[in-house]
């Protein structure tokens, strides 16, 4: 069983080493990878899933339970604890969407009378991020970005139920961001987001800062930026519904701009 992941500090791309030397995450952590465009957050990322033991250019090291990385970990998908939602997806086969997550339920369970149910679960927890529902039917490769992400999520979460999910730039799929955090806290696993939303950020337990390829500092969400998420929630809301109208062929008023001052 998974309980924790230490990332240890390689070096950044000036060659000097991290300054943060260790993090270590524990099951239940959500936390957000941060920092400017090309600084290296994607990297982060991708060294975690790769479970990198310094053969990265990075050079960091990623533990499991203060071990390395047991072999089939890499090796076999099917162990592998960790699922990474990107922000390109493709498909291998364009399966209409019940297809596609009534097979891997069956790959990824021995119990197959709980298949039916876990797709169940599966969509509807996706159809709780989405403005459209996904329909069984639909295909892959009809759906929107924010459906694809929506669904990949909620397959990570339920159907693979990986102790591990990282997640790069989800928010430019139009998610429903809160919805998604609060549900993905019901479960007892480590999420980590790479992002540049400031609602993501506040309402993660901590964040990684990232800069020049390296990891700069760790900053726990204290009480003040909690009490500030509130405010930054609300604008954002305001915001999505300034965008919501538009997509329908609804008209702004100066009184809807009122909302925030």
Known sequence: MIKTITILGGHG????????????????????????????KTTLINDIELFANANTPTGRRILINGQVAPAEYRDNPARNPIALITQHTTFLADLPVNEFLTTHARIRTTDHSQVDAL??????????????????????????????????????TIICNTPIVLLDEVENAGIHRTRALELLRQYQKIFIFVTHDPRIALLSDYRI???????????????????????????????????????IGGRLTAEMMEEFS
């Not at 239940?28 to 090309?38: E, H, L, R």
């Not at 990232?210 to 604008?235: F, K, N, P, W, Y």
């Open 13 to 40: 791309r000036d060659g000097q080493r991290e300054p943060v030397e260790q993090i270590e995450l524990k099951m239940g952590d959500v936390a957000s990878i941060v920092g400017p465009t090309g600084s290296g």
């Open 119 to 156: 797709v169940g679960k599966a969509l509807s927890f996706a159809n709780q991020l989405t403005g459209e529902p996904i329909l069984v039917h639909s295909r892959m490769t009809e759906l929107s970005g924010g459906q694809t992400r929506a669904l990949l999520i909620a397959d990570a």
């Open 209 to 247: 800062v990232i800069g020049g390829g390296s990891m700069t500092q760790v900053l726990h969400t204290d009480e003040h930026e909690r009490a500030c998420s509130v405010r930054v929630s609300r604008l954002d809301d305001l915001l999505s519904g300034l965008r919501d109208r538009i997509r």
